[in-house]
């Protein structure tokens, strides 16, 4: 077993034949990721031009303006939105690499590195994605003046171009996506639950150990020092945390009895503690995802001490 925790860290790990076509279909998605991150990093809102436009409803200059702020912003949302669906194809092809028969979890990780860590970057990813959401209450202002004005103005007949981009029922999905405290992780979430219950013939196992195998992975690498010392930045330390959360709510959502039961194959109570040994400001939005991301926390089978570490 001292092979495994090389898994998420092999950062040149080269895709195998037998991986190749995967990962290819994989790499093509995460190649968009930064520049996802970096158009919501960059995210500043419409505030200041919507609360002019509604505090001054007849001035038609300002109505205008207001909008024109948002049209562009909307464009952008959608873009997310769009991404958040390849990604959920990108996670799917992963989990059917490394679940299928004969070999068990951890032989398809150590088999498959380069997949293995792809399925790690989509992780990182994502809360990476939703950290940066939570604190962008704009985005949801934004799209619900959006939502507003579309509506207004069709009750006056008015035909807008943007209607060709975001259409109604593209406007009624991504209203539920960002609706989420965090909207990747639940599409992921949701993503592996149908995977499970889409594959019938496929073992429960087969996926929940996958998940549990990387959290052990994860959780090793940053309690012993040995590895810590090795890292070669920040960067590989909070890499290394979400992807053990990440891979704690897959599990949580998936698996009967959830990740914080006593049965659970993930060691709860040493994963927080990992995570409540670092700064405060690194693992906050992970400590949250945490609390609000996962299903069963809030069940009677879950031990006090567990519930009132993450309160």
């Known amino acids: 077993?001292?092979?495994?925790?090389?898994?998420?860290?092999?950062?040149?790990?080269?895709?195998?034949?037998?991986?190749?076509?995967?990962w290819n279909q994989v790499n093509a998605v995460l190649q968009e990721s930064e520049s996802i991150l970096s158009g919501l990093q960059a995210y500043k809102g419409a505030g200041q031009e919507i609360r002019d436009a509604i505090q001054n409803p007849n001035d038609m200059l300002l109505q205008e303006r207001a909008w024109n702020s948002v049209c562009p912003l909307v464009i952008r949302l959608k873009k997310f939105y769009a991404f958040s669906?390849?990604?959920?194809?990108?996670?799917?092809?992963?989990?059917?690499?490394?679940?299928?028969?004969?070999?068990?979890?951890?032989?398809?990780?150590?088999?498959?590195?380069?997949?293995?860590?792809q399925f790690a970057e989509i992780l990182h990813f994502t809360l990476r994605f939703d950290e940066l959401?939570?604190?962008?209450?704009?985005?949801?202002?934004?799209?619900?003046?959006?939502?507003?004005?579309?509506?207004?103005?069709?009750?006056?007949?008015m035909n807008l171009d943007i209607e060709n981009e975001v259409n109604n029922e593209m406007a009624n999905r991504m209203s539920l996506f960002y609706a989420e405290a965090t909207p990747m992780l639940k599409t992921l979430s949701t993503a592996t639950t149908n995977f499970v219950t889409e594959n019938k013939t496929l073992p429960l196992e087969n996926t929940t150990d996958c998940l549990s195998t990387m959290a052990s992975v994860c959780k090793v690498m940053l309690e012993t020092p040995e590895y810590t010392s090795r890292f070669n930045s920040e960067d590989t330390l909070l890499f290394c945390m979400r992807v053990m959360v990440g891979v704690i709510i897959l599990y949580d959502h998936v698996h009967p009895n959830g990740a914080f039961n006593k049965s659970s194959k993930i060691d709860m109570k040493g994963c927080i503690k990992v995570l409540k040994d670092q700064p405060a400001d690194n693992v906050e939005g992970l400590l949250n995802a945490l609390k609000?991301?996962?299903?069963?926390?809030?069940?009677?089978?879950?031990?006090?001490?567990?519930?009132?570490?993450?309160?």
């Open 1 to 22: 077993k001292r092979a495994l925790p090389k898994i998420l860290f092999v950062s040149d790990a080269q895709p195998t034949d037998c991986e190749r076509e995967v």
């Open 85 to 117: 669906l390849k990604l959920e194809e990108a996670l799917k092809s992963l989990l059917e690499s490394l679940t299928c028969p004969p070999y068990t979890p951890t032989q398809h990780l150590e088999r498959e590195q380069a997949l293995a860590k």
């Open 133 to 157: 959401k939570m604190r962008i209450p704009a985005i949801q202002n934004d799209f619900s003046y959006y939502r507003r004005t579309i509506s207004r103005n069709r009750l006056n007949n």
């Open 292 to 311: 609000f991301t996962t299903k069963h926390l809030n069940d009677e089978s879950t031990p006090k001490n567990i519930r009132t570490m993450l309160q």
